[in-house]
T-cell receptor
């Protein structure tokens, strides 16, 4: 059974700092990995999708990497802003999609 | 495009009552799914469908039924609500082969 773990569960940083969120998974036979953002009381917004054959994807200040063999992905956020405050979830797809519990990020002005 | 829509946004039920959570998408996606989100546990898959007339169970299917009579709609039925089903429910869709899922805004369900 695929298990997805996100560390840390919560993170607080000052504005402008670069930061890394971690995601690990137990079964490397995945189709892809997806990073989502969730604002309080809202649904999920897809940030980046990395196919199993890819090593990384970039969108603006966000960069996600994938190391399938070690079962790890990282989400790098450059020059963090208060508007980045949200919960970030990673999910891996095999026959279905399994989610981590998320990292709650707070960026302080 | 409205994307993925869910109704209602909030619902309170008493134990033993039944109800249907509605989900619709206008993107002609073959794959649709239902998740529940509980504090500290991330999202867990309840049921999914790869096309009209085809459904399958996910990780936590007990207490829930689904059907898929059209590509657009994928309702989730609670036959006899229990307090353990208090949760936020999300519907999602994606094109087959893409696996990039689009989520609805969620339904917050409380069972007393």
């Amino acid at each position: 059974k695929q298990e997805v773990t996100q560390i840390p569960a919560a993170l607080s940083v000052p504005e402008g700092e670069n930061l890394v969120l971690n995601c690990s998974f137990t079964d490397s036979a995945i189709y892809n990995l997806q990073w989502f953002r969730q604002d309080p009381g809202k649904g999920l917004t897809s940030l980046l999708l990395i196919q199993s054959s890819q090593r990384e994807q970039t969108s603006g200040r966000l960069n996600a990497s994938l190391d399938k063999s070690s079962g790890r992905s990282t989400l790098y956020i450059a020059a963090s802003q208060p508007g980045d405050s949200a919960t970030y979830l990673c999910a891996v797809s095999t026959n279905d999609m399994r989610f981590g519990a998320g990292t709650r990020l707070t960026v302080k002005p | 495009n409205a994307g993925v829509t869910q109704t209602p946004k909030f619902q309170v039920l008493k134990t033993g009552q039944s109800m249907t959570l509605q989900c619709a998408q206008d993107m002609n996606h073959e794959y649709m799914s239902w998740y529940r989100q509980d504090p500290g546990m991330g999202l867990r898959l309840i049921h999914y469908s790869v096309g009209a007339g085809i459904t399958d169970q996910g990780e936590v299917p007990n207490g829930y039924n689904v059907s898929r009579s059209t590509t657009e709609d994928f309702p989730l039925r609670l036959l006899s609500a229990a307090p353990s089903q208090t949760s936020v429910y999300f519907c999602a869709s994606s094109p087959i082969g893409s696996y990039e899922q689009y989520f609805g805004p969620g339904t917050r369900l409380t069972v007393t």
